[in-house]
């Protein structure tokens, strides 16, 4: 059973699919475009952040389109440590995601309830047995857990809040390390999306993928007990994201087989291997399709594929501090490598969230009294972290 051809079909309507569709309409509104989606909405139940440094001035036009949160400036807290960035912060929630998506896409661009059972680099079948052929296909179906890459987990429980009075937040907290270190380096991240709106959300870096939803939310309550806020639970979320240390990337790519079929966002691990931020790689993804929007499918494989490459190679780095920060610190002091990295530069701060690390930079991050132990560090680096599998 057929379902018409299109220029480009984008399988997977998360970030990346979604943002990839979006540059289309902006830059070759004359190319047919179709994004099919498993679920019955776009960008599933997340919330992506970002700092406005990590996006030139083309990327913040794609992002332009969408509804989002917006702060001059954040806090981070640890023990013996707390500051203000004066960076801007961004955060754009999946509903407005769906619906700025809805807006600017033309109608016959979207099609949710679409399950991909097989793609090809210019077909894909649905579990309906419908196939959709295209000139290009695009998969952006995100991370499958993978023996060939390493690592640890970033497992996260978030909940909107709705407080009865005021709460009093003006600015983010990326990051509050001054709760009880529990199962490795915790924090509790805190977005204030109005007087009496609140994201609070308990962010473990783990060396399992356990995700404990009662422990969790018990955390979550105590945390806004200790705050003083109380109201009533609008939405939740939870995340199980990895955290990238190493691995084996060509036999990685080989076994999901994408090197016979473009890929985009997590699926091509295309993130920060340490923050596991994906919005200014997903940017630079879909200004990059945007940009070769008629080559076919095989061409444009190999053209996401040598991306892929390059940002694995350009990445190591921070692969290597993630393999220190969880082969070297004991799980309970983890924090002290992010206390310590906080009080360093704002720019070169930035520089690593965007990816855009200099040399002198990573010898700065490394320079100085370390965090952890030496002998264990270097250890850390010889030694290979687990993989990436459900346990």
């Not at 389109?65 to 954040?74: A, L, P, Q, V």
């Not at 993978?146 to 978030?158: A, E, L, N």
């Not at 040399?359 to 993989?387: C, E, F, Y």
Request: with cysteine.
């Amino acid at each position: 059973m057929s379902g018409g051809k299109a220029d480009v079909a984008i399988v997977g309507g998360g970030l990346s699919g979604g943002l990839i569709a979006l540059a289309l309409q902006q830059s070759r509104p004359d190319c047919q475009v179709v994004l099919l989606e498993g679920g019955e909405t776009l960008g599933g139940n997340h919330r992506w952040s970002w700092f406005a440094s990590d996006c030139d001035s083309e990327g913040e036009a794609v992002l332009a389109r969408f509804r989002k949160s917006r702060w001059d400036g954040y806090d981070v807290v640890f023990p013996a440590h707390s500051r203000r960035l004066e960076t801007s912060y961004f955060s754009l929630a999946s509903h407005d995601f769906d619906a700025a998506l809805r807006r600017e896409l033309a109608p016959q661009t979207i099609r949710t309830g679409a399950v991909a059972q097989h793609c090809t680099h210019d077909s894909v079948t649905l579990a309906s047995g419908e196939i959709v052929n295209a000139r290009s296909v695009i998969d952006c179906r995100g991370f499958s857990p993978s023996p060939h890459v390493r690592g640890g987990w970033q497992v996260f429980m978030g909940r909107h809040m709705r407080t009865r009075t005021p709460h009093g937040i003006a600015h983010p907290v990326i990051m509050d390390a001054s709760v009880d270190q529990t199962h490795g380096y915790r924090f509790v991240y805190v977005l204030p999306l109005g007087a009496s709106d609140i994201f609070i959300e308990d962010t473990y870096y783990q060396d399992t993928p356990e995700l404990d939803r009662s422990a969790l939310s018990a955390r979550l309550d105590a945390y806004a007990g200790d705050q003083g806020w109380e109201g009533d639970i609008i939405g939740s979320e939870t995340g199980v994201l990895p955290v990238v240390t190493g691995g084996d990337f060509s036999a990685y790519r080989r076994d999901a087989g994408l090197d016979r079929v473009a890929t985009a966002g997590t699926g091509a691990l295309l993130a920060h291997p340490l923050t596991s931020y994906t919005v200014p790689f997903a940017v630079r993804t879909a200004q990059l399709v945007a940009q070769n929007a008629d080559l076919p499918g095989d061409q444009l494989a190999a053209l996401l594929a040598d991306q892929a490459r390059q940002h694995w190679n350009r990445t190591g780095y921070y692969r290597l501090l993630g393999s220190m920060l969880f082969g070297a610190a004991s799980p309970r002091e983890r924090y002290r490598v992010f206390e310590r990295f906080y009080r360093l530069d704002r720019d070169l701060i930035e520089r690593f969230y965007a990816g855009r690390s200099t040399l002198g930079d990573k010898l700065r991050v490394l320079s100085g009294k370390p965090p952890v132990p030496v002998l264990r560090a270097i250890a850390a680096i010889a030694n290979k972290q687990p993989p990436l599998v459900a346990r």
